[in-house]
């Protein structure tokens, strides 16, 4: 009950593309939803996070869409760039711990 | 802010030694969590540290401790070292209250590798 189920494990996007990567939950105690990116040899580094509150939020090109009722989200990368070439894990923690939870990473490749 | 530093960054070490790892918080966050990485198991929780106490611990066998001091730095001790430990370690801050109680921010991680 506890894992996160990431899509796909690779995504290959031509430049100005929209990438999107999908996660699913089964823990209904989830209510925090943070997207992080991660190049290699660096740690991730958080991009946009999201609560139940709310079905969407934007913040520059990254777009999180949250569906409570079906328990998924995803993340949107408008206007992919070669620069945005990088693994990218959901995550999910609950309101009583800052235990994250999360999926197993997609590889996104942006063409030139 | 300076970011969250960790040392060292790489460290290899042989089976049966134990290997104590360093975490410097953001300056002003309470909580660490430390997580492990692996190509197989991805990013696993090991456990976290809120003013000096361990409030959460994941699935790891006793190997596996962790300290935080008074000024919110962090370490944890690795003992009797397997081969299966390679992995990278990283340590995560986090606020610890307010409205981004949960948001973390994690390091460039320690790189262990055991032979």
């Known amino acids: 009950q506890q894992q996160v189920k990431q899509s796909p494990q690779s995504l290959i996007v031509q430049k100005g593309g929209i990438s999107i990567i999908n996660c699913a939950y089964e823990?209904?105690?989830?209510?925090?939803f943070p997207w992080y990116q991660q190049f290699p040899g660096k740690g991730p580094a958080l991009l946009i996070a999201?609560?139940?509150?709310?079905s969407e939020k934007k913040e520059g090109r990254f777009t999180i869409s949250f569906n409570k009722s079906a328990k998924q989200f995803s993340l949107h990368i408008m206007d992919s760039q070669p620069g945005d070439s990088a693994t990218y894990f959901c995550?999910?923690?609950?309101?009583?711990?800052?235990?994250?939870?999360f999926g197993s990473g997609t590889q996104l490749t942006v063409l030139p | 802010k300076a970011g969250v530093t960790q040392t060292p960054r790489y460290l290899i070490k042989t089976r049966g030694q134990q290997v104590t790892l360093s975490c410097s918080p953001i300056?002003?966050?309470?909580?660490v969590s430390w997580y492990q990485q692996t190509p197989g198991q991805g990013l696993q929780f090991l456990f976290e540290?809120?003013?000096?106490?361990?409030?959460n611990k994941g699935n790891f066998p006793g190997r596996f401790s962790g300290r935080q001091f008074s000024n919110s730095r962090s370490e944890m001790n690795v003992s009797t070292l397997e081969l299966g430990d390679s992995a990278l370690y990283l340590c995560?801050?986090?606020?610890?209250?307010?409205?981004?109680?949960?948001?973390?921010?994690f390091g460039p991680g320690t790189r262990l590798t055991v032979l």
């Open positions: 999201i609560r139940p509150d709310v």
């Open positions: 823990n209904t105690a989830f209510d925090y």
């Open positions: 300056s002003g966050h309470r909580s």
């Open positions: 995550a999910a923690s609950g309101s009583s711990a800052r235990q994250l939870t």
């Open positions: 540290y809120f003013s000096e106490t361990q409030r």
């Open positions: 995560a801050s986090s606020p610890g209250g307010g409205l981004s109680y949960n948001e973390q921010f």
